[in-house]
């Protein structure tokens, strides 16, 4: 069942900053940022590999890919997988954890479908 919508994100937590206790802010400290969530929603079809990944993300680096990549392994949202060859071979894919993201990204893909042309004419 789906708590009911508030927009008060706040639990009584002593010393903890108001923001830290806001499930929005827990979700974006996870997905935010430039990267992590196009590389978690492309990591949704199943496997790939790094070099697939930098190529539909276009415009990241090796150095970030590579930190985001880490970041959402720590998380545990991303399993790597080495295989000894030569060359090395690293596959890339959700966990389990990582899987409970899809209907977030599927949410946010849906917006930006819609409202797309909206947000590029007020940026214009």
């Not at 150095?63 to 030569?86: C, F, K, P």
């Not at 954890?97 to 849906?110: E, H, T």
């Amino acid at each position: 069942m789906e708590a009911p919508f508030t927009a008060q994100c706040l639990d009584e937590e002593a010393g903890a900053p108001a923001w830290r206790n806001c499930a929005v802010s827990t979700t974006l400290e996870v997905i935010g940022g430039r990267w992590k969530s196009v590389i978690v929603f492309h990591l949704l079809t199943g496997m790939r590999r790094f070099n697939e990944l930098q190529r539909l993300l276009g415009g990241i680096t090796q150095r970030v890919l590579t930190m985001q990549l880490r970041e959402l392994e720590a998380d545990g949202i991303v399993e790597r997988t080495v295989y000894a060859e030569v060359p090395p071979r690293v596959e890339y894919r959700l966990t389990p954890f990582g899987q409970s993201l899809k209907p977030v990204l599927l949410s946010l893909r849906d917006w930006g479908e819609r409202h797309r042309a909206e947000v590029a004419a007020l940026r214009a």
